[in-house]
Structure formats: C-alpha cells, structure tokens
C-alpha cells in the first residue's frame, strides 16, 4: 500500500509539475498566421521561379514547381530550412549561400514551416525563400507536406535531412551536415 501511495504521489508531483513551453514549430505550417501577421509576405508565383532572384518575399512552391529548376542545374542544393532551429545542423543562410557559391552549386532554400518574423529578416542569398504550399498538397501538417514535396523532388520521403544535393535534376546525396572547411 505505501508503495501505490509512494508512486502516485511520485507521478501526482512530476506530471504538476512538468510544462511545455514554447511553441510547436516544426509540426504544423503555420501559414495562415503568417499570411495575417504580413499579409505582403507571401507570393503564390505564377512565373517561372528559376529564373527568380532575391527578394524580401517567400514564394509559395509545390515540389513539381522546383524539380523543372533543379533539372536546369548542373548542381543543386535544396536546404530545409527550420527558421528557429538552432542546432548545428542549421546553419545560418548566409553561410550556406556562401558554401554553395564556393563549390558552384545552385542554392534553393525550401522553408519547413512559416515563421513571418524570420522570412522577414534581410539575408545575403541569391534566390527567394520558398514556402511549401500547403493547399496543394491538402495538408497543414508539417511531416506530410514534407513527405509529399520530398517525393515530388527526388523520388523519396523526407528523413529529416536538411541539405540534398542534385546534379541535373537527380538526388545524389542527403545529408545533416556541410563540410565548411573550406570557407
């Protein structure tokens, strides 16, 4: 009897007394709050985005969209972008921009979910952010548009990889990490 007693006030403390604070980024878009908090933010492109340069806007992409890009391209980075990740697997844009350009690769930054502070910020990177469009793929949830946009680019689901390199269009490597030695 002491021990049930014991145990439920174990449990009865730890669960009174753990939270969670914060926020969920990561697990679902958040476009629709985005598009309030800067309506201006967001551009659903009805043009060729290859041939887009940067600008202070996010362009709305579905992964057919990209593909045609990524088979211009002789090389080609996709970085998965967590706007408020900060392990170190993210590395700042600037810095993966500058990686890129040093081993010529053609960089596109495809954000994981929206976070209207961040995309808002000014980055030294030659292309636009690219937002996952939601309403195509018929879903708000983070892991599923991932594994839709991921099948629509190279032909498999999303591993939580954050850069994926391609030459002509094909998927040759995945990985977590850049070897920025050489910067």
Not at 68 to 89: G, T, Y
Not at 140 to 146: H, K, P, V
Request: glycine residues 2%; positive net charge.
């Amino acid at each position: 009897m002491k021990k049930i007693l014991l145990i439920s006030v174990l449990l009865l403390f730890i669960l009174n007394s753990c939270h969670i604070s914060g926020s969920f980024k990561g697990l679902y878009s958040y476009y629709d709050k985005t598009k309030k908090e800067s309506p201006d933010l967001l551009l659903k492109s009805s043009t060729n985005i290859c041939s887009l340069t940067y600008s202070s806007n996010v362009y709305i992409i579905n992964g057919q969209n990209l593909k045609n890009c990524l088979k211009q391209e002789d090389k080609s980075m996709v970085f998965i972008w967590s706007p408020k990740c900060s392990s170190r697997v993210c590395i700042p844009l600037d810095v993966v921009q500058e990686y890129c350009t040093k081993n010529h690769i053609t960089l596109s930054i495809v954000a994981e979910y929206y976070d209207s502070e961040l995309m808002k910020k000014v980055y030294n990177i030659k292309k636009p952010i690219f937002g996952i469009d939601t309403e195509f793929y018929q879903t708000d949830l983070t892991d599923r548009y991932l594994n839709a946009f991921m099948n629509d680019i190279a032909q498999t689901n999303y591993s939580n990889k954050r850069y994926l390199y391609f030459e002509k269009g094909v998927l040759k490597n995945m990985t977590d990490e850049l070897d920025l030695s050489n910067l």
